[in-house]
């Protein structure tokens, strides 16, 4: 087994030039407030202490349940939240702080978002022109009617018709509102895009071609891709590597097929393990592990281990301490005590 | 990379999908939308011809509204006088076409007062949160706890009654309706996606607001604004009708209505409350008809 020791040296050795971003023990808790002077009553902690990093040109998917905090993960490190505790680094740069004036600067040109709700995510009173325009408007880049030149070029990059450019969005469907919001997160070229939940809201079809669309363009773009879902079969198409979480926490996180082949964590061989897969001969039935207890609130999440409430394979000490977030195998790690 | 199979063609033609290719403005689809409703095209066409009917008053009127001519005294509706006299012999219709001058001017000027002040402090109280939006809906709680009737009328003892004043009071109390709509609006639509989206893509926060916030807050604050004119304008006849509102001898529908209020003269001379009377009641229905009918057109989520 490797310490974090000797990890952080043999990443200082090879050097982090491949490493994009970078979260450090990121926390982001919200405040429960209540009352005639909003007194402080409690929080909620969504994001409770994650750590990983992101390779250029990789697509790191996130899984897990409903409210474990991926959304707010995914909000923190790209600043729209501010982090309550932790570091995160974006290209060697701790923007972890910064000021909305040094993100504009810095910051907002290389990571982009996509969200879930194609019917949210635009605003329905202005046109695709004005939509896309926005991004170039902001950081003034083109000039006149090259601006709309740019925004037609991008409507086509993402399979719509260039004429469609003085439409509203409520003309389009679910996933040509989804391209409109690819064409905008496009607009600035960036290094990054934090994939929310993106294909959840469209039909299983619509779906196939708006990943399809999405692994053209980092092909072409050579993108970083940050998905989060909580579809395990979207997720192991798409990805290069998978972390799992759970309350707030990252339970596991390896490459695609070691977490879909091998997975060490008992939430996530339980999560897998309601995934149908096709069966294949030779290859022993995946028994189905259905886990007890409800969802503890992250507003008061257990103590030791987050996962003890439910865990077919608790013992004591997980009662008590939290399992640290480790290597275990090559690239493989996992917050468990049961590996040691 | 492995493809998955495509159902749907990449870039499908519009037509296929029932979408016209002809472009529409929003506001044709709006207006669209609001003709579409029979009760709002009639209230609106109703409150055009009284809007009109007041502003052309001095060339519309066949005498002046405050002529006095006591031996024609409560005559009945004839051709000299469509609607009939009152107690000191003036012509009814005149005084119910500078009647509604009053009424519409108290009912605009007020609301436009209220919603301005609502408007700003929903804004920032929704936007802002925490402490600040805390002080500032208690505050509002405070202005909503005072029984308005009674405060209008300690006011209008204080200060002597007189349009300017009553524009003055009814939008200094009736803005509390409009700052808790915008504020709610501004709450939900500053955690919607479009504006996380502005977030993300650098966009300042000014621009956010009055691009993105402010147009999505603006169909209920316009809906809220044709109600209220409405119910101002039956406020300011209640007043009238106490006798604390506009001063006889100019004309109010609700002072006109308070001066009809005798029982001779609703026993003997009906057509004199029936005018201004009905010229409340026809008022106040049209703007909520027309309030109605703005909300849905101007509704994105409720399509044509
Ligand atoms: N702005 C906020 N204020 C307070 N609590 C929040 C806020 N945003 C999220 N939460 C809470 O934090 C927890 C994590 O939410 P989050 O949206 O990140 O989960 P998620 O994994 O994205 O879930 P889903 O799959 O439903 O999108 C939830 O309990 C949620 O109620
Ligand atoms: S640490 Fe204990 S409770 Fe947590 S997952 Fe491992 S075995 Fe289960
Ligand atoms: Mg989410």
Known sequence: ?340 | MAKINLAENPSPSLELHGIKTTRDTMLQIVARKFFRNKLAVIGGIFLIVIISAALLAPVIAPYSPEKQKLLEKLSVPSREHLLGTDRFGRDIFSRLLYGARISLLVGFASVLGSITIGTFLGAIAGYVGGIVDALIMRFVDIILSIPSIFLLITLVTIFKPGVDKLILIFALLGWTTTARLVRGEFLSLRSREFVLASKTIGTKTHKIIFSHILPNAMGPIIVSATLSIGYVILAESGLSYLGLGIQPPVASWGNMLQDAQNFTILLNSWWYPLGPGLMILLTVVCFNFVGDGLRDALDPKINE
């Open chain 1, 1 to 340: 087994m490797i310490t974090t020791n000797e990890l952080e040296e043999r990443n200082a050795t090879v050097g982090h030039s491949d490493t994009l971003l970078e979260l450090k023990d990121v926390k982001k808790h919200f405040p429960i407030k209540t009352g005639f002077l909003q007194k402080n009553v409690g929080q909620v902690k969504a994001v409770d202490g994650i750590s990983f990093s992101i390779k250029k040109g990789e697509t790191l998917g996130i899984v897990g349940e409903s409210g474990c905090g991926k959304s707010t993960a995914g909000r923190t490190l790209i600043r729209l939240y501010e982090p309550t505790d932790g570091k995160i680094i974006f290209k060697g740069k701790d923007i972890s702080h910064l000021s909305e004036a040094e993100l504009r600067k810095d910051v907002r040109k290389d990571i982009q978002m996509i969200f879930q709700d194609p019917f949210a995510s635009l605003n329905p009173r202005k046109t695709l022109r004005s939509i896309i325009r926005e991004p170039l408007d902001t950081h003034n880049l083109y000039k006149g009617k090259e601006r709309d030149e740019k925004v037609e070029e991008l409507l086509e990059k993402v399979g719509l018709d260039a004429s469609f450019i003085n439409r509203y969005p409520h003309e389009f469907s679910g996933g040509q509102r989804q391209r409109i919001g690819i064409a905008r997160a496009l607009a600035l070229h960036p290094e990054m895009i934090i994939a929310d939940e993106a294909v959840s809201a469209l039909d299983v079809s619509i779906q196939a071609q708006i990943i399809n669309l999405m692994e053209d363009l980092q092909e072409e773009f050579g993108l970083t891709y940050m998905f989060i879902s909580h579809d395990l079969s979207v997720v192991r198409h798409i990805s290069d590597r998978v972390g799992v979480m759970y309350l707030g926490k990252m339970m596991e996180l390896a490459a695609k097929k070691e977490i879909y082949s091998n997975p060490l964590h008992p939430y996530t061989q339980a999560l897998l393990s309601a995934v149908p897969v096709p069966r294949k001969k030779g290859v022993a039935k995946r028994e189905r592990i259905i886990l007890k207890g409800e969802l503890p609130s992250p507003a008061n999440p257990p103590a030791g281990c987050v996962f003890h409430t439910r865990c077919p394979a608790a013992f004591d000490l997980c009662r008590q301490v939290v399992p640290d977030f480790q290597e275990v195998k090559d690239n493989h790690f996992v917050a468990c005590h049961l590996y040691k």
